[in-house]
């Protein structure tokens, strides 16, 4: 049996991977500042731990790590999937959502995953996930700051494979494509559009094969690699 973080786990890929660990009989502690969605999660299966936090509350976060994992009696996996995503209409520059964004986008993870590196290097094994976006690959128009808050998770997630590989502990970013959430209710014209709970699957099973970097699904990795390769004088032009 698995003990097992999943953070930001009260909707979408992080509730969606949760259920799936438990499904699995693996011992889950779900962590989110929406108390009343984790107890309905908590409802469902046995082998479950709540703890509410809101992850702008780094000060919290060590504290509740190290609770989380004398309570679950050790550690396999932490899963960091808390995001958030304004929209921002082409002339608004909005530092207070800006802020926000890296807060929950960025920092959070960094005040979660510098506790579990810290943790696994130690014991010399353990696996950390965390969930960025097709969108930190590039400097889009659309959103500034949350394509700029999801590259600095990304580099973040490399840094962290780059120190922590060689003490036996695998880090995977997981960049996804549409993924029907909260996050895009509303967004018009998307494709390959897959449900929260297949893209749960396919982490999960990234994650047991030791992967590193996955796009998900794993086409999007065709797209991601045309709009890098896209020279940036005519990239900026576009409405991408």
Not at 191 to 214: G, M, P, V, Y
């Amino acid at each position: 049996m698995k003990k097992i973080i999943v953070i930001g786990a009260s909707s979408g890929i992080g509730a969606e991977i949760a259920k799936e660990h438990l499904k699995k009989g693996n011992q889950v502690a779900l962590v989110a500042r929406r108390e009343d969605e984790l107890k309905k999660i908590s409802s469902e299966f046995k082998n479950t731990i709540i703890l509410k936090q809101d992850v702008k509350k780094f000060n919290e976060s060590k504290k509740n790590f190290l609770e989380l994992v004398n309570r679950l009696g050790g550690l396999d996996e932490i899963y960091y999937c808390s995001g958030v995503m304004y929209k921002i209409s082409p002339d608004e520059f909005s530092t207070d959502k800006d802020l926000e964004m890296i807060d929950v986008n960025f920092s959070g993870a960094v005040a979660w995953l510098n506790e579990a590196a810290i943790l696994f290097q130690n014991l010399g094994k353990g696996k950390i996930i965390a969930i960025s976006s097709i969108a930190g690959d590039r400097g889009r128009v659309g959103n500034p700051v949350y394509n700029s808050a999801k590259a600095a998770l990304t580099t973040y997630l490399e840094a962290l494979r780059n120190r922590l590989a060689r003490k036996g502990i695998t880090v995977l970013t997981v960049k996804p494509g549409f993924i029907d959430t909260d996050m895009t209710k509303g967004m018009k014209g998307l494709f390959w559009l897959i449900s929260a709970n297949d893209a749960a699957k396919i982490i999960i099973q990234a994650t047991d094969k030791n992967k590193e970097d996955i796009y998900v699904p794993a086409r999007w990795w065709f797209v991601a690699t045309i709009i890098k390769l896209i020279p940036n004088f005519i990239f900026k032009k576009l409405n991408v």
